[in-house]
């Protein structure tokens, strides 16, 4: 089955700098590959999302790249913010979403 | 207005008791699921259920027991609960099987066995 990988567990960033989260999958039928966001103590919340025959999508200052032949998606956050501090979920979806294990990002005044 | 709905919002209880959560969403959606998250924050599929259809059944013990009384609900009932089952317990839907659909997430139930 499906399994992503998801780096890093923790990143700490200056505010206004950029943030990366990198993920890889293994299943290449893999077709779907959505961001979330958790807040403290929060539901988990769709911020961007790509499909497979996308390279890359934008969204303000979020944008998600997807590498179809490496088998990686990363999420990239410009000049981040204190409310940009939660935990990220990568995910990957064929016939069910898998979830990485999570991104604890701590934006630093 | 609430999309995706849960009760309780906090659950704790004793070790061998047997407890509900109920969900339900007002989206209109075809698909709902319940996933848990443990304390490490690693959120998991436990279960998938399309128009009332049981869908996806991961290695679940059989001590946790789903019900689709209608699509708009889905409730989980676990038997007998353990110390290892402590953790939030998310139920979801979307619109429907095919790919590329979002996910929305009910606000979670903080389960504590004692």
């Known amino acids: 089955g499906e399994n992503v990988e998801q780096h890093p567990s923790t990143l700490s960033v200056q505010e206004g700098d950029s943030a990366v989260i990198k993920c890889t999958y293994s299943?290449?039928?893999?077709?779907?590959f959505p961001w979330y966001k958790q807040e403290l103590g929060k539901r988990p919340q769709l911020i961007i999302d790509?499909?497979?025959?996308?390279g890359e999508k934008k969204d303000q200052r979020i944008a998600v790249t997807l590498n179809k032949t490496a088998k990686h998606f990363s999420l990239h956050i410009t000049e981040t913010q204190p409310e940009d501090s939660a935990v990220y979920f990568c995910?990957?979806?064929?016939?069910?979403?898998?979830f990485g294990k999570g991104t604890r990002l701590h934006i630093l005044p | 207005d609430t999309a995706v709905s849960q009760t309780p919002k906090y659950l704790v209880t004793q070790m061998g008791n047997d407890k509900s959560i109920k969900c339900e969403q007002n989206?209109?959606?075809?698909?709902m699921y319940w996933y848990k998250q443990d304390s490490k924050k690693f959120l998991k599929i436990m279960f998938s259920y399309n128009n009332k259809e049981l869908i996806i059944n991961e290695t679940v013990p059989n001590r946790f027991s789903p019900k689709s009384p209608d699509k708009a609900h889905l409730n989980l009932h676990i038997n007998s609960l353990e110390l290892g089952d402590s953790a939030v317990y998310f139920c979801?839907?979307?619109?429907?099987?095919?790919?590329?659909?979002?996910?929305?997430f009910g606000p979670g139930t903080r389960l504590t066995v004692l």
């Open positions: 995910a990957a979806r064929l016939d069910k979403i898998i």
């Open positions: 299943d290449s039928a893999s077709n779907y």
């Open positions: 790509i499909r497979s025959n996308v």
């Open positions: 979801a839907s979307s619109p429907g099987l095919a790919g590329g659909q979002e996910q929305f």
């Open positions: 989206l209109g959606h075809d698909t």
